[in-house]
């Protein structure tokens, strides 16, 4: 089965700063890998996908991601933190389910504050 | 807009009360989930239809049942429901195969 971890539950950054949150995770096959983020009080919302080919993935937001098999990571990056950018992000794992649609695995989250 | 709405957004009920949630995704999609979203936990798929048809049921308590009549709406009927259900209940769609899952804002349940 699927997993994954994302080891910093909370990350603070001055705006303006550069981030990185990080995620790995844990698949036999070749992983379909998401982020997600998430509002307060709000429902999740796709910033980027990675399925096949290039492994540095663009986003909405100016958010990036690279995918690096050897390191069964999938690390979000933002060149600029703006003040919006505070809330929670969430990686996830795709695998198929065989039967036309497939499961995501999230990760616990993490949770981002942006100092003004 | 997210494309997939989910009503209410919250509610709060008693143990022995009945109640259902309802989500409708307006993008055409054939796989609907439903999902469990609790505090420092990650989020747990629930139930997962495609094409109308439950394809996935995660081991959830018989206390949740779904309900997909058509593949635009998916219903999740509660009843004699725990303090632990107390969660914000997520649902997706997404389009056969391996296509993105798209959110809808949740429903926050509280259980007295």
Known sequence: ?116 | ETGVTQTPRHLVMGMTNKKSLKCEQHLGHNAMYWYKQSAKKPLELMFVYNFKEQTENNSVPSRFSPECPNSSHLFLHLHTLQPEDSALYLCASSQDGAQPQHFGDGTRLSIL
């Open chain 1, 1 to 116: 089965a699927q997993s994954v971890t994302q080891p910093d539950i909370h990350i603070t950054v001055s705006e303006g700063a550069s981030l990185e949150l990080r995620c790995n995770y844990s698949y036999g096959a070749t992983p379909y890998l998401f982020w997600y983020v998430q509002s307060p009080g709000q429902g999740l919302q796709l910033l980027l996908k990675y399925f096949s080919g290039d492994t540095l993935v663009q986003g909405i937001k100016g958010f990036e991601a690279e995918f690096k098999r050897s390191q069964s990571s999938f690390n979000l990056r933002k060149p600029s933190v703006h003040w919006s950018d505070a809330a929670e992000y969430f990686c996830a794992v795709g695998a198929g389910s065989g039967a036309g649609s497939y499961q995501l695995t999230f990760g616990k989250g993490t949770k981002l504050s942006v100092i003004p």
